[in-house]
C-alpha cells in the first residue's frame, strides 16, 4: 500500500540520517552449525530479512551454514570475544559455558513445541538469558525450534533399551546427553558437530541423535539407515549475539538486532509446523526405516528421568530450578 511505501521510505531516510551521523552500515557474519534446508537456516534467513527492513537496509547479514566459521561449541568462545558477530547453534551447545540453560535439556522435561515456547518465551527464558550473558559473554536474541531428537544409526532397528547394547553413538559434548546415554547403558562418544557426518560416513560411529529437519539438513539419510522416534529432548536451538558486539552498536540498532530476533523466532515456529511432517516423509521415501520405542518409551523415561536428573540439579542452579520449568509447565514438581 501507498502507507506501507511512506512508512518504508521514511524508515530508509531515518537509516541514512543514522549513517550520516556516522554510524557504520555493517553485513554481520553470522555462524550456523546445520546446513541448507533445516530451521538454523530459516531462523539466520528471516533474522536478515527483519534486520534489512528494521534498519532500512543500513544492516545486513551473510549466513556461513555448515560449521564454515567453526564447530558450534567454538563459534560460543569466538563470539564471546567478540571476533564473531553471530552465531546460530543447538542449546545443547551452550550448555558447558552456561551451565543453567541445561534446564531445558534435561531429558524429557519439554515434550512438545509449546513446551518449548512456553519455556524459552517466558520468564525462566529470560532468566537463562541473563545467566548466558554473564556466564558465556553471548546473548540470545532468537530461538529456532527443531523438534524431537531422534535416534537413527546404520547398524539395525532399535526398540528397546537393549537394543542399543553394542552401538557406538556420537553425542555432542554436553554432559547431560553423555549422563543420559550412559544410563540407558551405553558409553557415547563426545563428538564434535562439524565432524560428526565424515564419522558416521567412516563408521567411526554407528549413530547419533538430531531432530528430523536435521538429519535432512546433514544429509545423514546418505550414511544412516534406521530411525527411532525417541524424545528426550526437544531441540531448540538459539540465535546468539557476541555481547561485545552489543554492546558497541547503537541503541536504535541494539533495537533492530532484538526486534528482528523476535521476529525470526515466530518465523522458525512456522516452519516447524509447516516442514516437520513433510521431511520425515521425505527421509522414509529416501530409505529411512522408522521404529517407535516399545511401550510408548516408558523404559527410557523412567531410567533417563531417575538417573540423570539429579545429577544436575547443582549446576542447573538447584532442584528449584528444575520444578519452576515443570510448574510453568502445569507438570508436577519433584
Ligand atoms: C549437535 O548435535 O551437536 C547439535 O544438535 C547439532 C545442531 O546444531 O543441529
Redesign the pocket.
Known amino acids: 500500500t501507498i502507507a506501507q511505501c511512506l512508512s518504508r521510505a521514511a524508515t530508509i531516510a531515518a537509516a541514512s540520517i543514522l549513517l550520516a551521523a556516522g554510524a557504520q552500515a555493517k553485513d554481520f557474519k553470522i555462524a550456523v552449525?546445520?546446513g541448507a534446508g533445516?530451521t538454523?537456516e530459516a531462523l539466520g534467513l528471516a533474522f536478515i530479512e527483519a534486520l534489512e527492513e528494521n534498519t532500512g537496509g543500513a544492516h545486513s547479514g551473510k549466513l556461513f551454514l555448515n560449521g564454515q566459521l567453526g564447530s558450534?561449541q567454538d563459534t560460543v568462545n569466538d563470539a564471546a570475544i567478540g571476533t564473531l558477530d553471530f552465531s546460530i547453534?543447538?542449546i545443547?551447545?551452550i550448555t558447558p559455558f552456561s551451565p543453567s540453560v541445561g534446564t531445558m535439556t534435561l531429558p524429557y522435561v519439554i515434550l512438545s513445541l509449546e513446551d518449548a515456547v512456553t519455556l524459552t518465551q517466558g520468564p525462566i527464558g529470560e532468566e537463562l538469558k541473563e545467566n548466558t550473558i554473564r556466564d558465556a559473554g553471548v546473548r540470545i536474541i532468537g530461538w529456532a525450534y527443531?523438534g524431537f531428537?531422534v535416534l537413527t544409526n546404520s547398524a539395525r532397528p532399535v526398540e528397546t533399551v537393549e537394543d542399543l547394547e553394542g552401538l557406538v553413538i556420537r553425542?555432542?559434548r554436553?554432559e547431560i546427553m553423555i549422563a543420559t546415554y550412559k544410563a540407558w547403558g551405553v558409553n557415547p562418544t563426545p563428538m564434535?558437530?562439524s565432524e560428526?557426518f565424515a564419522g558416521l560416513q567412516q563408521k567411526v560411529v554407528d549413530g547419533?541423535?538430531?531432530?528430523y529437519i536435521?538429519v535432512y539438513a546433514?544429509k545423514f539419510d546418505e550414511v544412516q539407515d534406521y530411525v527411532t522416534n525417541l524424545r528426550y529432548i526437544f531441540?531448540i536451538?538459539p540465535l546468539i549475539v557476541s555481547e561485545a558486539v552489543f554492546q558497541d552498536m547503537s541503541e536504535e540498532d541494539q533495537q533492530a538486532v532484538l526486534a528482528a530476533g523476535e521476529a525470526a523466532t515466530k518465523a522458525s515456529e512456522e516452519f516447524l509446523r509447516a516442514q516437520e511432517e513433510t521431511i520425515k516423509q521425505e527421509l522414509v521415501s529416501r530409505g529411512m526405516e522408522i521404529t517407535d520405542p516399545a511401550n510408548d518409551e516408558q523404559e527410557f523415561i523412567d531410567l533417563a528421568t531417575e538417573a540423570v536428573w539429579p545429577q544436575f540439579y547443582d549446576s542447573i542452579g538447584g532442584v528449584e530450578k528444575l520444578n519452576a520449568a515443570l510448574t510453568a509447565l502445569g507438570r508436577d514438581p519433584v
Open positions: 552449525g546445520d533445516g538454523q558450534e547453534l543447538a545443547n551447545n527443531s531428537r553425542v555432542p554436553n564434535a558437530w560428526t547419533q541423535d538430531n531432530p536435521t546433514m531441540s536451538e
